[in-house]
């Protein structure tokens, strides 16, 4: 390839024509796309005594403003929601995971305006504390909005994180493949609105903006495509790095999905032309030894923070290790879709915000089609091998039909491995994900050139997008309502209880179940300290143990958990008394704090009455003040 100007068509590629993989028609696009630099011809011209109406065009950049806006709109549609009251609504039947990130987005603050460490804090699980690096902390996301979480509260960043989240990826894709993949705007704007609004994109909406925050993986996977052929090898690999090392103060977990979808989309490639390989490695060794170096200095202390320093896990927790999906997941419509249906996913993901897959029949048979249609293309193969591949490791360990298991996957003895062992399985969906979107956009791409009139063509093309999107079509995230933040720590009454070494202790103790503590925390921009929360950490909080959620367990902790559970309140016995008192004293807790209008507030009131007498009713909690029990006794 001499010129950055010069195009290939993979479908023109025969079998004895390509040197590399730009010829191949892997990536065949470079600069700006020939559509953008070639005078549109004029109209043909009209019979005698006809009119034709003429409409006003757009300009190639007014196109591009109309599909981004288009992406915005879609994006505010789905978290419409939410936006209505971001303090007051949070994601239906789980909202433990908005408060975690609610909370880390507090942290960046700290970060930005303390100078606080950014990989480990004591501002919850207090003394042990958490270790951040393993525990997808978002740093990437939460400093550069700590002037909105500032003015607004980390609940409105939290909302506008999930719709610049849905927005940007479908806009990243869509410029990528606009600029490098295809001719057609539409074909562009097709797979960026898959890969920004697929199922799998909204189910995680609601619950995981790190996961959702993609925008950078087509620009990670044009660069590993374009280092191939690179004739500057190693300014390409520092590129690469500095992209990866972003990412992965995003998520980690989605770096390692495109690590892995690249080298496998790679070698489908090679496998199909070998001789690709004779004009790419060079190339490619040269700029990944680039990235690997460069991303490694500027990761290696995060990542010894994460694998060794205080409170580092090894694996994930046995809850989440073996999600896996239905093999029916494939042709079910998701949940927060236009035909998706709630009830009937039952049992084809572990939960709702793990729907991974969820495609639809529609659209399932119409990716076979394409692939069956394109099957000539190197790229359609190779695009078609890797999201079966992944699809099959998706399916975890056990292999289900309709909740019915029928085999033991290839998951089984992958999960132990180093790295892998911290991923959840059902998630290699999203790598299905992409790839579908892909071949759709190189279906509407090559649909273009088919001998039919325009019209019938673009009536064809229309119906053919509408049986596959119209099913799943986003619709509006399901919310519910929550509780606000005290009054109490609003108006930082609680400060004349909490030192800077002690902890308020919010009932229940915060746990998996039980967040609304740390959104107090996080509202308070974590000026004070709580015991328990959600959070990985090592078993009985011994370094380098497996992964749990939670910290070591509480006796306290378990008393009022089941109380909020049950609503029943609990006789205690002296060994629950003096094991409750000794987690109050490690906590170093100044004050209990429980909502007058707490769930069961009236039996979790009577439980810690027993523990450690009457408490205080103020503004809009009760208030047990516990400093004279837990402040360590003075030197004879």
Same mark, same amino acid.
């Given at each position: ?8 068509? @993979? ?74 009251? +971001? =303090? ?6 789980? $909202? ?58 980390? !609940? ?91 990412? =992965? ?35 490619? !060794? ?45 042709? &079910? ?10 009830? !009937? ?7 709702? $915000? ?12 119409? &990716? ?15 695009? !078609? ?67 039919? +009139? ?19 079509? @986003? ?24 030192? =800077? ?59 009022? $958990? ?40 009236? @039996? ?31 030197? =004879?």
């Amino acid at each position: 390839m001499t010129s950055a100007d010069t195009r290939v068509d @993979p479908a023109a590629v025969t079998p004895s024509e390509p040197v590399n993989l730009h010829s191949a028609g892997v990536f065949p696009l470079n600069g700006a796309a020939a559509g953008d630099r070639k005078p549109t011809p004029d109209p043909p011209a009209t019979a005698p005594g006809r009119r034709r109406l003429r409409l006003p065009s757009l300009t190639a950049r007014r196109q591009h403003l109309v599909v981004v806006g288009g992406f915005l709109l879609a994006a505010f549609w789905v978290t419409s929601q939410i936006w209505i009251n +971001p =303090a007051g609504r949070v994601a239906a039947l789980y $909202s433990s995971d908005p408060a975690q990130v609610q909370f880390f987005l507090a942290h960046s603050v700290r970060v930005v305006l303390h100078g606080e460490f950014p990989f480990f804090t004591e501002q919850f699980n207090y003394p042990d504390g958490v270790n951040l690096m393993a525990n997808t902390a978002i740093l990437a996301l939460g400093i550069p909005m700590v002037p909105v979480t500032l003015l607004f509260g980390p !609940a409105v960043t939290f909302v506008l994180l999930v719709t610049l989240g849905l927005a940007g990826t479908a806009t990243a894709w869509y410029v990528v493949l606009r600029r490098h993949l295809v001719r057609s705007r539409l074909a562009a704007a097709v797979g960026g609105w898959f890969c920004g609004f697929s199922p799998a994109m909204l189910s995680h909406a609601n619950w995981h903006p790190n996961i959702i925050s993609q925008f950078l993986l087509p620009f990670i996977v044009w660069r590993v495509l374009a280092i191939t052929r690179s004739q500057r090898p190693y300014r390409d690999g520092l590129l690469l790095a500095l992209l990866v090392t972003v990412q =992965a103060f995003i998520n980690e977990e989605i770096l390692l999905f495109t690590a892995m979808a690249c080298g496998v989309f790679l070698a489908a490639v090679l496998a199909q032309r070998p001789r690709l390989w004779w004009a790419a490695w060079r190339p490619l !060794a040269k700029a990944l030894a680039t990235c690997t170096a460069v991303a490694g200095a500027l990761l290696a202390y995060p990542l010894y923070v994460q694998f060794a320093g205080p409170m580092a896990y090894h694996g994930l927790s046995d809850a989440v290790r073996d999600y896996g999906n239905d093999i029916a997941a494939f042709v &079910a419509p998701g949940s927060p879709t236009l035909g998706g249906d709630d009830a !009937a996913n039952t049992g084809l993901a572990p939960n709702y $915000s793990e729907e991974n897959a969820f495609f639809g029949w529609s659209l399932s048979l119409i &990716a076979v089609g394409i692939v069956l249609w394109l099957r000539h293309e190197v790229v359609v193969r190779a695009l !078609a091998a890797t999201g079966i591949f992944f699809a099959v490791l998706s399916l975890g360990e056990r292999i289900s039909w309709w909740d019915q298991e029928i085999g033991v996957g290839p998951w089984e003895w992958l999960v132990r491995l180093p790295l892998l062992d911290a991923v959840v399985p059902t998630r290699f969906g999203l790598i299905t994900t992409v790839t579908v979107g892909l071949l759709l956009t190189l279906a509407v791409d090559r649909s273009r050139k088919l001998p039919l +009139p325009r019209r019938t063509l673009r009536l064809r093309t229309a119906a053919g997008l509408v049986l596959a999107l119209l099913p799943i079509a @986003p619709m509006p995230l399901a919310v519910t309502s929550r509780p606000p933040v005290p009054e109490f720590i609003t108006a930082d009454r609680w400060r004349g209880y909490v030192a =800077a070494d002690q902890t308020l202790v919010p009932i229940p103790v915060p746990s998996m179940g039980n967040t609304h503590g740390m959104r107090w925390a996080a509202a308070a921009n974590l000026d004070f300290k709580i015991p328990g929360g959600y959070f990985l950490a090592p078993r009985n909080a011994n370094t380098g143990d497996p992964g749990r959620f939670g910290g070591r367990p509480s006796g306290l902790g378990e008393l009022l $958990s089941e109380v909020a559970s049950t609503g029943r309140t609990l006789q205690l016995d002296d060994r629950q008394q003096r094991r409750a008192l000794d987690d109050l004293r490690h906590w170093r807790a100044a004050i209990l704090v429980l909502p007058v209008d707490q769930h069961h507030a009236e @039996p979790l009131r009577l439980t810690v009455e027993q523990l450690v007498g009457p408490g205080t009713r103020e503004l809009d909690v009760w208030v047990w003040d516990v400093r004279a029990l837990t402040d360590p006794a003075p030197a =004879a």
